[in-house]
């Protein structure tokens, strides 16, 4: 009886599974087909790259003030050994500052990024609402993230979305 009864509810689950209509698509091919992302993350990486410069840039005065410091400390009296080591040390946590505002979890790239890069996605996953329901579909899943480990090809919707981003 048991036997039967757990054979009858698998049957009814796999019935269930059935009914259900997925699809899966991958969002970072269809942010890349998007132009205004690519120029988004040209002009992120442009910012990026500018500011790693400036910061090494800081960095290197810091070390030709070091070496300076090492050169003159025997020349210098106590007073203006320990004013040249403050400077130093101060322009150091200016450095560790700037990287912060820059590149910290609420520094400018990150602000940056949501400004150029948050719209964008909100209309990829409008785009993505709107093809599941005119589609009647019950779940999308996202080929790039962890949680979708195997996906039979005739279900990727990718490139339906990036031609519904088109219109």
Same mark, same amino acid.
Request: no cysteine; hydrophobic share 40%; net charge positive.
């Given at each position: 009886?048991?036997?039967?009864?757990?054979?009858?509810?698998?049957?009814?689950?796999?019935?269930?599974?059935?009914?259900?209509?997925?699809?899966?698509?991958?969002?970072?091919?269809?942010?890349?087909?998007?132009?205004?992302?690519?120029?988004?993350?040209? +002009? #992120?990486?442009?910012?990026?790259?500018?500011?790693?410069?400036? @910061? =090494?840039?800081?960095?290197? $005065?810091?070390?030709?003030? %070091?070496?300076?410091?090492?050169?003159?400390?025997?020349?210098?009296?106590?007073?203006?050994?320990?004013?040249?080591?403050?400077?130093?040390?101060?322009?150091?946590?200016?450095?560790?500052?700037?990287?912060?505002?820059?590149?910290?979890?609420?520094? +400018? #790239?990150?602000?940056?990024?949501?400004?150029?890069?948050?719209? @964008? =996605?909100?209309?990829?996953? $409008?785009?993505?609402?709107? %093809?599941?329901?005119?589609?009647?579909?019950?779940?999308?899943?996202?080929?790039?993230?962890?949680?979708?480990?195997?996906?039979?090809?005739?279900?990727?919707?990718?490139?339906?979305?990036?031609?519904?981003?088109?219109?």
């Amino acid at each position: 009886m048991k036997k039967i009864l757990l054979v009858l509810a698998l049957a009814l689950v796999g019935t269930a599974a059935n009914a259900q209509r997925l699809a899966y698509v991958d969002v970072n091919a269809i942010m890349d087909a998007v132009p205004e992302y690519k120029a988004a993350q040209q +002009e #992120l990486d442009r910012a990026s790259e500018q500011w790693k410069q400036d @910061i =090494q840039r800081e960095y290197q $005065k810091i070390d030709e003030m %070091y070496r300076k410091f090492q050169a003159d400390q025997v020349f210098l009296n106590e007073s203006d050994r320990k004013r040249r080591e403050e400077e130093i040390v101060q322009k150091e946590k200016d450095v560790r500052e700037m990287q912060k505002l820059k590149f910290g979890p609420d520094g +400018e #790239l990150t602000k940056k990024r949501q400004a150029l890069v948050k719209p @964008i =996605q909100e209309r990829v996953y $409008k785009a993505i609402n709107l %093809y599941a329901q005119e589609k009647g579909l019950d779940f999308i899943f996202d080929k790039g993230s962890a949680g979708l480990l195997f996906a039979n090809d005739t279900y990727d919707k990718t490139q339906d979305i990036i031609k519904k981003l088109g219109q």
